[in-house]
């Protein structure tokens, strides 16, 4: 055995056969430092126990990160030198933190601020769209415009951002002219009890059913297969009930709301004198006057006020002027106090609902006989020149006094605007060659200030006196009224005349174009600007330059972008206004502004992101120009000091 271990202990093993491993002076190296360092002559080797070279791991070529061990991890915690950095970085990290903490809230402080917006009522924000029904659209061919028709409709509302709705009261009497004086003769005698709606407008179902669709929220998805969604959105609309509360329908002035009798008939008293208030009702409205005096009728006025404002939940209700016989002077007064209570009875349903609308249906020649700011803060003015402006050419000054007329201590202007009207004794919608442009008077009703009140087919330059049927399109008889094929029905429509190729809805959306926009167009270019803060709650600027006849006014919300409102009312077709704006309004407008819109026709790029330099500007005759410029950290008491002193420029 010995043997065979010396045999096998002798064995060569060839030099071909060797790999050399390490080269000459390599270094061992482990996690704690060299090992062994080797050598081909077989010198003595410096080597560490068989653990340690178990150990033993190749470096790599970029040298692997070297951590330090628990033992030296704890020696540099307990050092001080150490803990006293450590505190440092930490003081100096709180300290910082609390230097920017107090330098936001000195920069808050001292920064200008936007004020909390104002709260705007729905009917403060919105255009409110009035609509005789029997003349808006027959959906049922018996030649009657009715509810349904008018629910046909709610797309065009949609497109021209109406979503107030104010039904006239023809709904009670669509055959008898219970709405508004028209041609001079008094309403039929019917049993009209101002609740139950002629049935040839529709049922109650029908105008539940109404209700509802307007009330409805959310939105209605539609896939449309293959390729994209398409997104029908259904916003909340408003509707508001015309309800003659004030007056009789009976010419003899023995009945009142439906059959019942009066305590007394109601004498003529225009026999008495023409002047006297109640005279002048009975010329403007048609009707004669009830009196509130009379406990019984005020009570009556509160039932149909309560049914229709919590009963059927409309939005709103629009009442004419309550009178009360005051039996010393033999005449009549305005009732301020059935004013009071319908508002105290207005405010009341509110607390159990949402924000209800009470307005007055007051026709302008009686307009001059109300004193108090109240009331005629809930009556819709006109923006016409009346009584000795009335057949006047108007002009930038006449337009600018008209206006200013209605300014109050808090320079606000009238809260409802009236465009149209389908009285005669108004005379509004009768426009002679010497009146605004229908454009102009958008425009101002749409942008000053206040709930603008559009009469239907005002957007596409209806005359409801002459033409009282809504024009859809010029291709019938009905032009889009009615399909009705009965000759009684189609006669009816020749008793009005009208130019279809000019005056329908079909026809004005075919004229749209930058070049040249149709009425139609440019309402609903109005309709959008509108919503922008400033024309919500922006303060107003009132302005004009009699030289070359510009009339101009501001909207700046503090905060938002800001807007000028340029009509030039040169009729020469050569005098165009070369003007400076920061000279006409004292420096209140930028320098560099942006052309936001402009009527008949676009002189300038319309673009939010080109400039232009408000000193040098060339305004056409007969045009509407409307600039912006970027929101202005401006206090509130800055800009109506400012809107103070313009006041008076003209």
């Not at 009142?256 to 010329?283: M, Q, T, V």
């Not at 039996?327 to 924000?355: A, C």
């Not at 596409?460 to 009615?482: A, C």
Request: charged letters at 25%; proline letters at 4%.
């Amino acid at each position: 055995m010995s043997e065979k271990a010396e045999t096998t202990s002798s064995v060569v093993v060839p030099d071909d056969v060797h790999q050399s491993l390490l080269t000459d002076g390599s270094d061992v190296q482990t996690k704690v430092g060299p090992v062994a360092k080797f050598h081909r002559d077989g010198e003595e080797r410096d080597l560490e126990t068989i653990d340690e070279l178990v150990g033993y791991k190749k470096a790599k070529i970029n040298k692997e990160f070297v951590g330090l061990t628990k033992e030296e991890l704890k020696e540099y915690i307990n050092n001080p030198k150490w803990k006293r950095i450590r505190w440092i970085i930490a003081f100096l990290y709180i300290l910082i933190l609390l230097l920017l903490l107090i330098g936001s809230i000195v920069l808050i402080v001292t920064s200008q601020r936007c004020p909390p917006k104002p709260h705007l009522h729905w009917f403060e924000k919105e255009i409110i769209y009035e609509i005789d029904v029997p003349f808006f659209r027959d959906s049922n061919q018996d030649g009657i415009g009715d509810i349904k028709g008018v629910e046909e409709k709610l797309k065009y509302f949609e497109k021209n951002r109406i979503k107030s709705l104010l039904f006239q009261s023809s709904i009670f009497n669509a055959t008898g002219g219970i709405s508004l004086q028209l041609d001079g003769r008094i309403p039929h005698d019917k049993n009209i009890d101002l609740i139950t709606l002629d049935s040839s407008i529709g049922s109650e179902n029908d105008f539940e059913n109404f209700i509802k669709i307007l009330n409805r929220k959310g939105s209605n998805f539609l896939w449309n297969f293959p390729s994209k969604l398409i997104i029908d959105l259904y916003v909340d609309m408003r509707l508001i009930i015309d309800l003659p509360l004030s007056s009789t329908l009976d010419p003899n002035g023995q009945l009142w709301y439906g059959s019942k009798p009066l305590r007394s008939s109601i004498a003529n008293p225009c026999s008495r004198s023409r002047n006297d208030l109640a005279c002048r009702f009975l010329e403007f409205y048609g009707r004669l006057p009830l009196d509130f005096n009379d406990a019984q009728i005020y009570e009556e006025s509160e039932i149909r006020i309560k049914y229709w404002l919590t009963t059927k939940k409309v939005d709103g209700i629009r009442v004419n002027l309550p009178l009360e016989y005051v039996s010393s002077t033999g005449s009549y007064n305005i009732s301020y106090s059935t004013i009071q209570k319908w508002n105290d009875l207005k405010n009341d349903i509110e607390k159990k609902s949402k924000s209800k609308l009470l307005i007055y249906d007051i026709p302008f020649g009686l307009q001059n006989f109300i004193t108090d700011d109240d009331l005629n803060s809930k009556t819709a003015h006109s923006l016409y020149l009346s009584n000795g402006y009335q057949r006047q050419k108007i002009d930038a000054s006449k337009l600018y006094r008209r206006i200013d007329s209605f300014k109050e201590k808090t320079l606000s202007k009238p809260k409802f605007w009236q465009l149209g009207s389908k009285r005669r004794s108004d005379e509004i919608g009768i426009l002679t060659e010497n009146q605004l442009k229908k454009e102009m008077l958008l425009t101002i009703t749409m942008l000053l200030g206040g709930t603008p009140i559009v009469l239907y087919g005002e957007e596409i330059g209806l005359d409801q006196k002459v033409y009282p049927i809504m024009s859809w399109s010029p291709d019938d008889k009905s032009r889009g009224f009615s399909n009705c094929s009965t000759k009684k029905c189609l006669d009816r429509f020749l008793n009005y005349s009208i130019d279809p190729s000019k005056t329908s809805v079909k026809r004005q959306e075919a004229l749209g174009g930058e070049s040249k926009d149709s009425l139609l167009n440019v309402f609903r270019h109005l309709a959008q600007i509108r919503l922008s803060e400033s024309f919500q709650h922006g303060i107003v600027q009132t302005g004009c330059d009699q030289q070359s006849n510009l009339f101009w006014f501001i909207r700046e919300a503090p905060g938002h972008r800001g807007f000028i409102v340029l009509l030039n009312l040169n009729e020469n077709t050569k005098d165009f206004a070369h003007i400076a704006l920061n000279r006409l309004t004292d420096e209140d407008v930028p320098l560099s502004i942006h052309n936001e819109y402009q009527w008949p026709k676009y002189t300038l790029p319309r673009s939010n992101t080109t400039h232009i330099d408000s000193d040098n500007l060339l305004i056409d005759p007969q045009s509407i120009n409307i600039f912006s410029w970027a929101p202005k950290m401006i206090k509130p008491d800055v800009l109506y000091e400012r809107a103070k002193q313009h006041q008076h420029k003209c």
